[in-house]
């Protein structure tokens, strides 16, 4: 059973930065896609960022291009999210996740296929 699980969320005024990390834990049998979702209240959880974890490609949602980083650490499936010119829109939980490539970059419509952390909380005041 692969489980993600998440670091690095807290509470930063508009402007900051963040930066988040997810280590999975289990074997996954073979490359996988990692990413970030995040869920606000009242709203659908939606996409942020993935990275594949052979070639290293990165994938990003309108809404982070340009602010947020997703990375490989050195260590074997473990990712970074870093968030920088946060907005009090990016306030969410931050949930990552993890998935067979054949599922593609963006699976929001598959998330029962997918291997999900707890979450973090990602809070942005005004």
């Known amino acids: 059973q692969v489980q993600p699980v998440e670091s690095g969320g807290g509470s930063v005024h508009s402007g900051g930065s963040l930066r988040l990390s997810c280590a999975l834990s289990?074997?996954?049998?073979?490359?996988?896609?990692m990413g970030w979702f995040r869920q606000a209240p009242r709203k659908q959880r939606e996409w942020v960022a993935t990275i594949t974890t052979d070639d290293g490609a990165e994938y990003y949602a309108d809404s982070a291009k340009g602010r947020f980083a997703i990375s490989q650490a050195n260590v074997k499936n473990t990712v970074y999210l870093q968030m920088n010119s946060l907005k009090p829109e990016d306030t969410a939980i931050y949930y990552c996740?993890?998935?067979?490539?054949?599922?593609?970059?963006?699976?929001?419509?598959?998330?029962?296929?997918?291997?999900w952390g707890l979450g973090t909380q990602v809070t942005v005041s005004s």
């Open positions: 996740a993890a998935w067979r490539r054949s599922l593609g970059f963006a699976p929001i419509d598959d998330q029962a296929k997918m291997n």
């Open positions: 289990g074997n996954t049998g073979g490359p996988v896609c």
